[in-house]
């Protein structure tokens, strides 16, 4: 079931609870003719194609969360499924070290796209039809999540 996400029209909406897996959110929008796209941000560490995510938040259910991810990694707000579309594990790169984690996706119906948002310094955005984002992401779980959207879309 899609609900929007609660998240305000400022960044950062709640605290940051549980680092042993992070939340992520595929935006996704009709073209005319009804073709999906997905949205893809690059990473602000390698400029990488991957789709918004981050650490879960104190305060709000974890689809909205990925919501607020999408917000302000990609400047999208929209519709989020509650349920999760399914799950993925990379390597976190952090100062030292790479970890290992598992990565909770949401499918979320962009309705709103700004062209100002918190990273839009630090990150590109570009829609996609779901192969083609598939194609440009490195991890095969989130391949085989992205291209399933061409499947079913």
Known sequence: MLRGALCPAGAGCGGELDRSYQVAAVPTRRC????????????????????????????????????GEAWEEAGVRGLVCEDPIGRYRYDKREINSVRPLEVVVFLMEATD?????????QRRRAWFAPDAAADLV???????????????G
């Open 113 to 121: 796209e700004r062209d100002d948002w918190p990273e839009a310094h």
């Open 32 to 67: 005319a003719g009804g073709t999906l796209e997905l949205l893809l941000v690059t990473s602000r560490d390698t400029g990488r194609w991957v789709i918004p995510k981050g650490w879960p938040w104190k305060s709000l259910p974890d689809h909205e969360a990925a919501a």
């Open 138 to 152: 490195e991890e095969a779980e989130l391949k085989a999540i992205l291209k399933s959207l061409s499947a079913n």
